[in-house]
Structures are given as C-alpha cells and as structure tokens.
C-alpha cells in the first residue's frame, strides 16, 4: 500500500482545526498532485472501514475525512494555487437561505417530516 503518511497528517489537521486550513503550491500541477492524494487518503479510508464494520453499522463505508470539504482557489496570472479545507458538519450552518419552488413559488422546508407518506 502507498504511503500516504504526510496526507494524513494534513487531514488530521484539518479535523482539529477550528477554521480549517489553506496548503498554498507553487504550481497549479502540484496543487492536483496533492489534491489527489488527499481524495485518494479518503477513499482507501472509506475502503478499510468496509473491512473492520459490518453492513448495518454506521460507520460502514464512511471516512472521519468525509467531514472534510475542499476547494481551490486558482489564479494564474497572480500565482495563487491554493487549497483550502475546512470541516463542515452540515449545510445548514453554512447557509441561511429560503428555498422556493420554482414552479408554484412555494417555500421548501428541509426538514424531515415526521409524517408517514401515503402512496
């Protein structure tokens, strides 16, 4: 198996942190690099809890770095390859927005109903 010790470390870090963190490359190509590298890190880690949990549990198939969202900010011409990840527990502590149907203009709640549907 690949080393991915340093990756781990850097996701790690990104769990613990409070405000998430920022990995600023030289060149847009090591910026994939690496971003590859961490995509890979969750990947095999979603693999190998496959192997230690059974079907029904929770954790089955699921990553700590699932929590993890990543995003780049890519500028050429200033040289700015930059990776940002944080941590984000749900979309709604990132956003507070009314969702309206396009259609009948009604507002879409997201909570889940408690109430059985009828077919």
């Known amino acids: 198996m690949e080393s ?5 470390k850097i996701l790690d870090y990104a769990l613990a942190s409070e405000h998430g963190i920022t990995l600023s490359f030289p060149t847009q ?3 994939t690099h690496v971003a590859q ?5 969750r ?8 192997e230690v ?3 029904d549990s929770p954790a089955y198939g699921k990553s700590p770095y699932d929590k993890l969202q990543f995003s780049k900010k890519i500028n050429e011409e200033e ?6 990840i944080q941590q984000v527990a749900s979309i709604e502590i990132l956003f507070d927005v009314t969702i309206t149907d396009s259609m009948t203009g ?3 709640s997201l909570e889940e109903e408690d109430e059985e549907e009828t077919v």
């Open 4 to 8: 991915l010790a340093a990756e781990k």
């Open 29 to 31: 190509g090591k910026l």
């Open 37 to 41: 590298r961490l995509y890979r890190l």
């Open 43 to 50: 990947s095999l880690d979603r693999e190998k809890s496959r």
């Open 53 to 55: 949990y059974p079907p």
């Open 79 to 84: 040289s700015v390859f930059k990776l940002n």
């Open 106 to 108: 009604e507002v879409v």
